[in-house]
C-alpha cells in the first residue's frame, strides 16, 4: 500500500529536530568564548548558555538516532521527483547530506567539549555552517514546493493532516 504522508511519529520527530536545531543555533551566542574558556580549564558551569548548548547537543543526537530509526522502520510516501533529473539527485544528496550532518554537528561539538580538542569545536562550527545553508535550501525547496508547484508537500510531514 502506497502512502501519502509520513508517520505521525516521523512528523513529530522531524518537527522536534527542527526546533531543536533552531533552539541550538540561535541559543550558542558566546560559546567559543566559553568553550576556550573550558578548554583553559576555567569553570564555565555556571553559565546558562554553555549548559544549554552541550546538553541540548547530547539531547539532538538521541533524538536524531530515534529518528533515524523510525524512518527505516516507517511507510515513506515516494519521492516527489520533478522531470529535471538534476533536480532530483540534488534533493536525495540535500537530504542524506541533512542526516549525515544531524549527526556529525553535534558529534563533533561533543568530542571538542568533553575531550577538550580544539579542532573539534572547529570542525563542529565548520559543518554546522554547513548544515544551516543546507536547511536553508531545504526549506526554500519546500517553500518553492508548496508556493510555485503548489503539490503539496507540506501536508506530507504536517502534524495536523487529516488524512493520516
Given at each position: 500500500m502506497k502512502v501519502k504522508h509520513y508517520s505521525t511519529g516521523l512528523s513529530l520527530l522531524h518537527w522536534l529536530v527542527a526546533i531543536m536545531f533552531a533552539a541550538s543555533y540561535v541559543i550558542s551566542d558566546g560559546m567559543p568564548?566559553?568553550?576556550?574558556?573550558?578548554?583553559?580549564?576555567?569553570?564555565?558551569?555556571?553559565?546558562w548558555v554553555a549548559n544549554f548548548h552541550v546538553y541540548a547537543g547530547l539531547a539532538?543526537?538521541?533524538?536524531?538516532?530515534?529518528?533515524l530509526i523510525v524512518r527505516?522502520?516507517?511507510?515513506?510516501?515516494?519521492?516527489?521527483?520533478?522531470?529535471?533529473?538534476?533536480?532530483?539527485?540534488?534533493?536525495?544528496?540535500t537530504h542524506h547530506l541533512l542526516y549525515l550532518l544531524m549527526f556529525l554537528v553535534p558529534?563533533?561539538?561533543?568530542?571538542?567539549?568533553?575531550?577538550?580538542?580544539t579542532i573539534f569545536g572547529d570542525i563542529h562550527v565548520f559543518l554546522m555552517n554547513l548544515m544551516l545553508a543546507l536547511v536553508g535550501l531545504h526549506v526554500g525547496a519546500a517553500?518553492?514546493?508548496q508556493v510555485i508547484l503548489k503539490?503539496?508537500?507540506?501536508?506530507?510531514?504536517?502534524?495536523?493532516?487529516?488524512?493520516k
Open positions: 568564548k566559553y568553550f576556550d574558556q573550558h578548554l583553559e580549564n576555567i569553570d564555565v558551569s555556571g553559565q539532538f543526537i538521541a533524538v536524531v538516532i530515534i529518528r527505516l522502520i516507517s511507510q515513506k510516501p515516494e519521492p516527489i521527483e520533478s522531470s529535471d533529473s538534476l533536480l532530483n539527485k540534488v534533493a536525495t544528496g558529534v563533533a561539538g561533543v568530542i571538542g567539549w568533553y575531550e577538550k580538542i517553500i518553492y514546493h503539490d503539496g508537500i507540506l501536508s506530507r510531514i504536517s502534524l495536523f493532516n487529516s488524512e
